[in-house]
């Protein structure tokens, strides 16, 4: 038989890209996954697009009936073309008679040769390229034995072999026990799972565990299942992502800032924005964002903790006009919600916003709304290692910012990820003349030398404004300083507007 192509596409945003472009033609593959994990999506697309093609398609379904499949067809918006054949391989009316019932589970009348008669029978009717059968459960309950279960496979491994037929085959892992027997015939297993979180929606991901003669990309990839199918976010592996760009130093539109900074962020860099809560994070990152913008890049940001409508009022305080950015088509700003948004999709969205929109300043605000979204640790510094990673070597400047615990005094992060960074800008609270003061220092810069001093500073609608070193105290940035010697303050401003 002749192929259009090598690889049968599934029909799956993200999918092709972790299995090397498709499924191979003439082989068998499992699917497989607990009720509910989006089997039956997937197979759907998957002889969506074969039709799209011009390919027959056939749908062998053993649990549900034609008309429950074409509702689920519907609540996605689809319609099924004429190339696409559902068969319903149902027991005979006869069965449903009173005087002939026996069970309502047709598994145990209908003998398992007669299931695969009609199976091949229907097959030499359609003669599809693209197969589906749904599910091997029905046919598990009809072998009653594990011998004869993979025997019946093997033999529909064969006959579809032959006839150059690609097969997905369905199993929602209903069995008693771990049944492996499909995944030593199959020539490709795909597996898909469902996680609850203890609040928030569902969490789902699926793993290639086999592929045979054929790259894939290994680990959990994070999917969904919305309306219009099934969308897989494929594990970010930065290496896969290197591009040349003009590594030169960005300066920012203070020059006391840039001092303190060494000249400015690096492009294709990170900082991180490390402070309490109320020193100005937000604000601060946004006049790079402004200036970026002003300069003639574009800019995206992710904002976890803040309503935007209230971050948009705070801004323009400060004449800051970000909704001006966002419809001049500069600025790309988007409400993140920490308990319904998986890392895979949120590291998808950034790509989008880097790849598609061209977005060169990157801020993420907060790592700790990322955090509630990935509350294992080591699995949040691995995501964020792959992304900072990423977003570098498409030469993006990234800010993040991170809440410290606690306003004076010692103070914890909920993840530190200070190693990650290539620049770190520490904000502190301290007390002096009866008033609450800010303090800024920049305590590492990978990309070359920086100003080591501490110094107060101001956010207003002229921008930063920075004082002085405060030569006359010590312990600043512990939040508990002490007047070391007498010295100038910055005067205060009114009205405050630095407030996160």
């Known amino acids: 038989m002749t192929y259009k192509s090598e690889k049968a596409a599934t029909g799956v945003e993200g999918l092709d890209a972790i299995i090397g472009g498709g499924l191979t033609r003439g082989r068998v593959f499992l699917l497989e996954g607990d009720p509910g994990t989006g089997k039956t999506t997937i197979a759907t697309q998957f002889l969506r697009d074969g039709a799209e093609k011009g390919e027959r398609c056939l749908y062998i379904t053993l649990s549900e009936t034609e008309e429950e499949l074409r509702d689920s067809v519907a609540s996605h918006g689809w319609t099924l073309p004429g190339e696409v054949v559902i068969f319903e391989l149902i027991p005979p009316e006869s069965l449903l008679d009173e005087e002939q019932q026996q069970s309502l589970l047709y598994s145990s009348d209908l003998e398992l040769g007669e299931t695969t008669r009609r199976i091949f029978e229907v097959y030499e009717q359609v003669q599809p390229l693209r197969v589906v059968l749904d599910s091997l459960s029905e046919i598990r309950l009809l072998a009653q034995s594990s011998l004869r279960y993979r025997r019946q496979i093997l033999a529909l491994k064969h006959y579809f072999a032959r006839q150059g037929a690609t097969v997905l085959l369905l199993d929602d892992l209903t069995s008693e026990a771990a049944d492996k027997t499909v995944h030593s015939v199959a020539h490709g297993v795909i597996r898909l799972e469902e996680m609850s979180p203890d609040y928030g929606g569902e969490r789902r991901r699926m793993r290639v565990l086999k592929y045979r003669g054929q790259r894939y990309r290994g680990g959990y990839h994070d999917f969904i299942i919305a309306t219009g199918g099934v969308r897989v976010f494929p594990r970010l592996v930065s290496l896969d992502h290197k591009t040349t760009f003009d590594r030169s130093v960005v300066p920012t539109d203070s020059e006391q800032l ?135 070597r498409q030469g993006a400047t990234t800010f993040l910012t991170v809440a410290q615990h606690g306003l004076v005094g010692d103070m914890k992060s909920p993840v530190d990820v200070t190693y990650l960074a290539d620049t770190v800008v520490l904000l502190r609270y301290f007390e002096a003349a009866g008033r609450v003061r800010r303090a800024i220092s920049v305590v590492k810069k990978r990309t070359g030398a920086h100003e080591d001093t501490i110094r107060e500073f101001t956010i207003g609608t002229d921008g930063i404004t920075l004082g002085k070193p405060l030569v006359q105290f010590q312990g600043v940035l512990r939040g508990v300083p002490s007047l070391a010697s007498s010295g100038d303050m910055m005067e205060p401003r009114r009205p405050t507007l630095s407030r996160e």
């Open 258 to 392: 840039n001092a303190l900074l060494g000249g400015g962020f690096d492009q294709g860099s990170s900082a991180l924005i490390l402070g309490p809560a109320g020193t100005g994070k937000s604000l601060f990152v946004l006049s790079f964002v402004q200036s970026a913008i002003e300069r003639g890049g574009k800019a995206a940001m992710f904002v976890f903790d803040e309503e935007l409508g209230l971050l948009f009022t705070r801004a323009k305080a400060l004449a800051i006009d970000l909704q001006a950015m966002v419809d001049a088509g500069s600025l790309v700003i988007e409400q993140v919600d920490a308990a319904e948004l998986s890392p895979g999709e949120f590291s998808e969205r950034v790509r989008r916003c880097v790849e598609k929109y061209g977005a060169r300043t990157v801020v993420i605000d907060s790592l700790n709304g990322y955090h509630a979204a990935m509350p294992q640790e080591s699995a949040l510094i691995l995501h964020m290692h792959e992304l900072l990673q990423y977003l570098n």
